[in-house]
């Protein structure tokens, strides 16, 4: 006896699954039945097939899908969501045309942000993210990454680490914890970023102890840190046993992605200005390569992350929002794959691939999200589209209609 069928599915989409991110090629294949039943038992998927034979079996509830498109729940593998105030200001600097280092510079952007979460108590955080991590799960997530970064000292990062750890015991979606410390270099230790990063390196073993975080991440970028302390700083953490994550190649070319890849990295987040050997070197590995083309679409870019080279040339790609109060101000992970298609020349198959089994990959949670395969954790959307090409081409609306974890709905969306 199942606890749930799902019936008259018409298009059940089933990303492959596998020891290791899709790749290349294999990014452009999507598993899709037509006319689909899928059973749930103790919150995992216990049967998948055609519609007719779902018939056959018996479960305590069904559920009439009524032809709609079901997909594994959506997983965010970058985002900022534990942040206090707003920068709503800075939008008017960047329609000047302002540089973000030079806003930067000027004490605004991160800095901005980490005054107000400094000044901020750990339940004004508390309830200021989990109206984002909602608004995120309406839009069909049932997996994110959070990072720290807007604290740049002790007592303000591990409140926000601690505040992520607050918010996965209050929800049932799974939530991963990044460290970020070295987001940025405080305006006191303008000048001496090396000195910045020891303090941020001791409290990797703190973090650990209090498991607050599973990875590190650095930013590697001009007027930030450079390679050899990135180098430093990721090597610290997986020496604690930290998965590595890192910001490369944003704005820059210095070669961060390159890092990540010998270092083994997780993942490689950004990548906007990755060089040819980078995006070659990525290729050769499984370090997923997690762009975020909203960021370059909210701060007016032109280019964008060449994602068509990277999976021509056999990288794993996933995507995600870099939802953050600065330079990507949306929860939309829909949006982003529309952005997906239209900017980085994306295919439908390569999108939902991005945002399900490789983004999965990226924060180490492929065995508990991102497909739907026999003994998997019941996550799962249920979307008012007619087929899964429709979700990226009808852009800007949300189009989830209702969102399950472990095989009990927790968001239906008005319709």
């Given at each position: 006896m199942h606890d749930l069928l799902l019936f008259n599915i018409g298009q059940l989409l089933l990303p492959a699954s596998s020891s290791r991110p899709l790749k290349g090629e294999e990014m452009k294949h999507l598993h899709v039945i037509e006319n689909a039943a899928l059973a749930v038992k103790e919150g995992r998927v216990a049967w998948i097939g055609r519609s007719e034979e779902g018939e056959k079996l018996e479960a305590l509830s069904y559920l009439d899908v009524q032809g709609?498109?079901?997909?594994?729940?959506?997983?965010?593998?970058?985002?900022?969501?534990?942040?206090?105030?707003?920068r709503e200001h800075e939008l008017a600097l960047k329609q000047a045309g302002v540089p973000y280092l030079d806003i930067l510079a000027s004490g605004g952007g991160i800095l901005s942000t980490v005054q107000s979460t400094k000044n901020s108590t750990e339940e004004e955080l508390l309830a200021k993210s989990s109206f984002h991590l909602e608004r995120m799960i309406s839009?069909?997530?049932?997996?994110?990454?959070?990072?720290?970064?807007?604290?740049?000292?002790?007592?303000?990062?591990?409140?926000?680490?601690?505040?992520?750890?607050?918010?996965?015991?209050?929800?049932?979606?799974?939530i991963v914890s990044t460290f970020l410390g070295p987001h940025a270099v405080p305006s006191e230790y303008k000048g001496e970023s090396d000195l910045f990063l020891d303090e941020m390196i001791s409290l990797l073993k703190e973090i650990k102890e209090q498991s607050l975080a599973e990875y590190v991440d650095i930013f590697c970028e001009t007027g930030v840190f450079a390679v050899e302390q990135s180098k430093r700083f990721l090597e610290e953490g997986k020496k604690l046993g930290f998965g590595m994550k890192i910001h490369a190649d944003e704005i820059a070319s210095l070669g961060g992605t390159e890092l990540a890849v010998t270092l083994g990295a997780t993942s490689a987040d950004h990548l906007v200005a990755a060089s040819e050997d980078g995006i070659k070197q990525l290729g050769n590995s499984n370090t997923v390569a997690v762009l975020l083309p909203g960021t370059t679409f909210y701060l007016g870019k032109e280019h964008y992350a060449k994602a068509r080279k990277m999976i021509d040339g056999g990288a794993a790609v996933a995507l995600a929002t870099d939802f953050n109060p600065g330079s990507c101000v949306t929860e939309n992970l829909q949006m982003i794959m529309s952005l997906a298609a239209l900017k980085l020349k994306m295919s439908a198959e390569e999108i939902w691939n991005a945002v399900t089994i490789n983004a999965a990959f990226a924060i180490g949670k492929e065995d508990v999200a991102g497909t739907l395969t026999i003994g998997a954790q019941a996550d799962f959307v249920i979307w008012d589209i007619p087929n899964y090409h429709y979700l990226p081409y009808h852009f800007g609306v949300n189009h989830a209609n209702s969102v399950f974890v472990a095989g009990e709905m927790i968001r239906r969306n008005e319709s």
């Open positions: 709609k498109v079901i997909s594994p729940g959506l997983v965010d593998p970058h985002t900022h969501f534990v942040f206090a105030g707003s839009y069909g997530v049932t997996t994110v990454e959070g990072k720290s970064g807007y604290g740049l000292d002790r007592e303000t990062e591990l409140k926000q680490l601690r505040v992520m750890k607050k918010l996965q015991e209050k929800y049932p979606i799974q």
